[in-house]
Antibody, heavy 121, light 108 residues
Framework: QVQLVESGGGLVKPGGSLRLSCAAS????????MSWIRQAPGKGLEWVSY????????HYADSVKGRFTISRDNAKNSLNLQMNSLRAEDTAVYFC??????????????WGQGTLVTVSS | SYELTQPPSVSVSPGQTARITCSGD??????VYWYQQKSGQAPVLVIY???KRPSGIPERFSGSSSGTMATLTISGAQVEDEADYYC???????????FGGGTKLTVL
C-alpha cells in the first residue's frame, strides 16, 4: 500500500533553516509528481510546492518562492523540502502528497501524516 | 493570484442534506476536487474530477460543477461527517495548486 512518511520537523528560530524529508513506498515513486502542502495551526490548507516526476519542473507558492527548495531522489524514493530564512508565519504542519491527474487537473491522492515546523525565538 | 471561495461554515441536522459551495473563475476549465479533514488527521479525497467518488467513500457524497460554481452535496448527513471540507483546483496554467479556505460542517 502507498505510504508517505514525513520527518525533519521541529523548532527553529526566525531566520533559520530546516530540511524536511518524505519517505515514499508502495508505488513507483519516479512515475509521480509530488507536492508539499502546509497547514498553520487552526488554519486552512496551503499548497507550497510541487516537483515533476523527472525533477525538471518545480513550482512554488508566492509565499515561499526564493526561500524554499523542493527536490527529490528517485533512487531513494525520497522527497525533500529545504526551508531557509524561516519566518513565524511558516509555522505549520507540513504534509507531503502524491499527485495524480492530467492537464485538466492535478490532485493529491495520497498524503502523509505531516510533520510540525515551529518557527519561534 | 487565483482563489477559490467557500462559506466558512455550514450546519445541518442528522439526516438532512448538506451543501457546500466553492466558486472560482477557472472552474469552467479545470476540475474541482473535494477533501474532508477531521481534527488532527490528514485530508481525505472524497470527490475527484468534479463528480467522481473514490472507492470507499459513501454514496451520500456527491459533487457537481457548473460554470464558476462547484457544490459538494452530502445527502443524509451523519454525525461522523462533521469535518472541515476543502475544495481544490489548479490555476489555468496548471502551475499552481489552490485550496479554498475550507468549510466547517457541523452535524447536530
Amino acid at each position: 500500500q502507498v505510504q508517505l512518511v514525513e520527518s525533519g520537523g521541529g523548532l527553529v528560530k526566525p531566520g533559520g533553516s530546516l530540511r524536511l524529508s518524505c519517505a515514499a513506498s508502495g508505488f513507483t515513486f519516479s512515475d509521480y509528481y509530488m507536492s508539499w502542502i502546509r497547514q498553520a495551526p487552526g488554519k486552512g490548507l496551503e499548497w507550497v510546492s510541487y516537483i515533476s516526476a523527472s525533477r525538471n519542473i518545480t513550482h512554488y507558492a508566492d509565499s515561499v518562492k526564493g526561500r524554499f527548495t523542493i527536490s527529490r531522489d528517485n533512487a531513494k524514493n525520497s522527497l525533500n523540502l529545504q526551508m531557509n530564512s524561516l519566518r513565524a508565519e511558516d509555522t505549520a504542519v507540513y504534509f507531503c502528497a502524491r499527485e495524480s491527474g492530467s492537464y485538466y487537473g492535478y490532485y493529491f491522492d495520497y498524503w502523509g501524516q505531516g510533520t510540525l515546523v515551529t518557527v519561534s525565538s | 493570484s487565483y482563489e477559490l471561495t467557500q462559506p466558512p461554515s455550514v450546519s445541518v441536522s442528522p439526516g438532512q442534506t448538506a451543501r457546500i459551495t466553492c466558486s472560482g473563475d477557472v472552474l469552467p476549465k479545470k476540475y474541482v476536487y473535494w477533501y474532508q479533514q477531521k481534527s488532527g488527521q490528514a485530508p481525505v479525497l472524497v470527490i475527484y474530477e468534479d463528480n467522481k467518488r473514490p472507492s470507499g467513500i459513501p454514496e451520500r457524497f456527491s459533487g457537481s460543477s457548473s460554470g464558476t460554481m462547484a457544490t459538494l452535496t452530502i445527502s443524509g448527513a451523519q454525525v461522523e461527517d462533521e469535518a472541515d471540507y476543502y475544495c481544490y483546483s489548479t490555476d489555468s496554467s496548471v502551475n499552481h495548486r489552490v485550496f479554498g479556505g475550507g468549510t466547517k460542517l457541523t452535524v447536530l
